[in-house]
Structures are given as structure tokens and as C-alpha cells.
Nanobody, 112 residues
Framework: QVQLVESGGGLVQAGGSLRLSCAASGRILRINTMAWYRQAAGKQRELVAIITSGGATNYADSVKGRFTISRDNAMNTVYLQMNSLKPEDTAVYYC??????WGQGTPVTVSS
């Protein structure tokens, strides 16, 4: 059974930075895409950033230029570096693997 364990969320002031990590463990056959989603209170879950096994990336327009997704294939880990954070980035951030597996979520709160 594969588990995704996220870390790095917390409370930060607007303009600050956070780095999220998500490590996959267990019986992993092959990891293709790794992604970060977020869900703000009262809103639908949305894709924030995605990275393929080859390193190609894509971002939501709202985070382009501020967030960077990266991965360590040897460690089965994906990262999300979040800079210039805004209050509207406040949400629970979820890691996703292969469009199938979800982490438990890590909350990010950005105060104004």
C-alpha cells in the first residue's frame, strides 16, 4: 500500500515563503505525474502545479512566477516552493501521485 506524507505547511505572513514536501512510500510500481492541489474553505479543490517524470511542469495562472514544483525521483518526493505568498493562497494543500493517490493534506495560512 502506498502512502503519501506531506509536511511543511503552517502560518506565514503575506510576502513570506513556505516549502511543502510530499514523500511517497510503500509498494510503488511507477510514479509518473506528481502534483499539488489546494482547497480553500468553501471552494472546490484546484490544481496548483504538476510535474511529469521527465520534469515538465505546469502551473495554475494564479501561482505562476511565485511557486516552483520539483521532484526527487530517487526519494519519490515532490516539493512545492511557495514564495511571495498572498492571503488568497490560504488553503489545505494536497499531494497527488498518478492522478490517483492523495496525501492527507497540509494547511497553509497566509495572514495579511
Amino acid at each position: 500500500q502506498v502512502q503519501l506524507v506531506e509536511s511543511g505547511g503552517g502560518l506565514v505572513q503575506a510576502g513570506g515563503s513556505l516549502r511543502l514536501s510530499c514523500a511517497a512510500s510503500g509498494r510503488i510500481l511507477r510514479i509518473n505525474t506528481m502534483a499539488w492541489y489546494r482547497q480553500a474553505a468553501g471552494k472546490q479543490r484546484e490544481l496548483v502545479a504538476i510535474i511529469t517524470s521527465g520534469g515538465a511542469t505546469n502551473y495554475a495562472d494564479s501561482v505562476k512566477g511565485r511557486f516552483t514544483i520539483s521532484r526527487d525521483n530517487a526519494m519519490n518526493t515532490v516539493y512545492l516552493q511557495m514564495n511571495s505568498l498572498k492571503p488568497e493562497d490560504t488553503a489545505v494543500y494536497y499531494c497527488n501521485v498518478n492522478f490517483q493517490l492523495w496525501g492527507q493534506g497540509t494547511p497553509v495560512t497566509v495572514s495579511s
